[in-house]
């Protein structure tokens, strides 16, 4: 929209500028005494922190100027002394404004009725706009066309109102954020804001510019949203592929550069050919929409795989957010869990946001039990295989794993030559008939033992151990015909036994009974026989 008047108290408006109307607009640029009234600036924000250490520098582009004297004073605006020739008349004409009249100062004919500079209220600051241009194009030319306001002003910021005010003499103001910008800020930089510190209208000075309003303007950047990093798995055994999903929402007007800096922790390895890019939007019922976007040279990503360490990290890089201004973006990704990762702590993936760290965790599990004879102390050299489900038949495939003596994890590799289906109960003394399982995710499992320790009777038994998603263990016995597993009162802990005569079975095995049962019966038949002959033998001597 045109403005037909002359720039004033322009609150969260893109430019801050409006069409100066002049009394005279062919007036000549020596006319006039320029208005020396001291004026306050008061910019405002959403957050405080887009106003706390700024590097802001001022030019100053058009003075305020009087007409004449006494009760004939008319006033006007014309371009500031500090602006170097055609300076303006350049940046409106880079700005797409044309006929611009020769011989008139160019900011008094752009400011006045016939001017063409416009304004917005609104997000993103009517970008692209005539007066948003042309602020752009002054910025650009400002180390070579323009100078700065000196001493350099001082902008006095209220966090808790969350504005910044600064005084100067009433004119046309190009402010200019030079605060560093880049993917690591939290805030972006502002975009170049033109002001202007009052109106006149029929050539009479309105009350700001004599230093008596108030003139609010919202300061032009933008405080960015967090970045959030999300797993799908919240537990996984080692070799598992895990899900990662970033999500970041770019500024309007955008910043110079928009990143996420991923950082992969020990026992991940990232698949650097899984990564997919989205948009992302709400519809009406506030349901979220993702819309892939399949040009993959919009963004920079790492060309190999990235093993995971203490001070490992990559970048994934939006090659150019204003392409992106305003919108949310979701990145998704692969990494598997390595032979390296924590048993213990699990394997953890950090995202940097804006100088904080987001994490993303997922926890691997395992068991133990041990394998004991019938003075309960532990027996060494026993052999168990692990299988995964409640359900073991001739087509199952153990799970093979990395270690030795009682201690074990998955291995990621399931067709690594140095892993083993073959786990045996540890032989150190203090450890004695121990076997530790590590690196599984959360479920049921089938623990079948597969060779008993040497010296000791040919009876072997199954059990299942459930592990639930915060680690938590309950053992149940499955195949256990003789009462060889024995569970703890609450479940949680088991204890195998291995024995060394028949005798030694506990009788409250199905199997035990009916093999005590057997054997007593034998005995029984034994003494039948035994006293039959007996009887023969004697009726032989009496014949």
Known sequence: ???????????????????????????????????????????????????????????????????????????????????????????????????????????????????????SATRPWNNPSVTRA??????????????????????????????????????????????VDNAASAVTKAVPMLVAAGTTTNGVLNPFATGEGVNTVNFKNTKNTSKTKTVEETSASIGDTLHYTLTGTIANPAPTEFKFTDKPGTGLTINSNSFEFYTVTTDDEGDEIETEVTDATKFTVPDTDVTGGDKVSFEVVVNDPTEFAGQTIRVKFTA???????????????????????????QLHGFNFQKINADKAGVNGATFKVYEGTTVGDQSVAIKFLGSNGSYKKAANQNNETATD????????????????????????????????????????????????????????????????????????????????????????????????AIALLLVGAAFTVYAKSRNTKRALNA
């Open 336 to 362: 598997t869990v390595n032979d390296d990762a924590d048993t213990t702590d699990g394997v953890v993936n950090k995202l940097d946001n804006y100088g904080k760290t987001v994490e993303a965790k997922t």
């Open 134 to 179: 042309f602020a752009n194009a002054l910025a650009a030319g400002a180390a070579t066309n323009l100078t700065a306001v000196n001493p350099t002003p001082t902008f006095t910021v209220d966090e808790t109102a969350k504005t910044m005010t600064v005084r100067l003499p009433a004119g046309v103001y190009l402010f200019v954020d030079n605060t």
């Open 422 to 517: 073959e786990l045996k109960t540890a032989t150190v003394e203090s450890t004695a008939g121990k076997l530790v399982v590590k690196g599984l995710k959360a479920g049921t499992y089938t623990v079948v033992e597969t060779k008993v320790a040497s010296g000791y009777q040919d009876f072997k038994a199954s059990f299942t151990v459930t592990i639930n998603d915060k680690g938590g263990v309950t053992f149940a016995k499955a195949e256990d015909a003789f009462g060889l597993v024995t569970l703890s009162d609450d479940s949680h802990s088991v204890t195998v036994l291995n024995i060394k005569s028949i005798t030694q079975l506990p009788l409250t095995g199905a199997a035990g009974t009916a093999l005590f049962s």
């Open 1 to 119: 929209m045109k403005m037909r008047k002359l720039f004033a108290g322009i609150a969260a408006a893109a430019t801050m500028l409006a069409g100066l109307a002049l009394g005279a607009a062919t007036a000549s640029a020596d006319e006039g005494a320029v208005v020396k009234r001291s004026v306050e600036f008061t910019f405002t924000a959403d957050d405080a922190a887009q106003l706390t250490d700024r590097s802001i520098t001022v030019y100053k582009i058009g003075d305020y100027v009087a007409y004449g004297t006494d009760q004939n004073v008319a006033y006007g605006v014309k371009t500031s002394g500090g602006v170097k020739n055609d300076a303006v008349r350049s940046a409106l004409t880079s700005a797409g404004v044309e006929n611009i009249p020769e011989n008139v100062d160019a900011l008094t004919w752009a400011m006045g009725t016939d001017g063409t500079l416009d304004q």
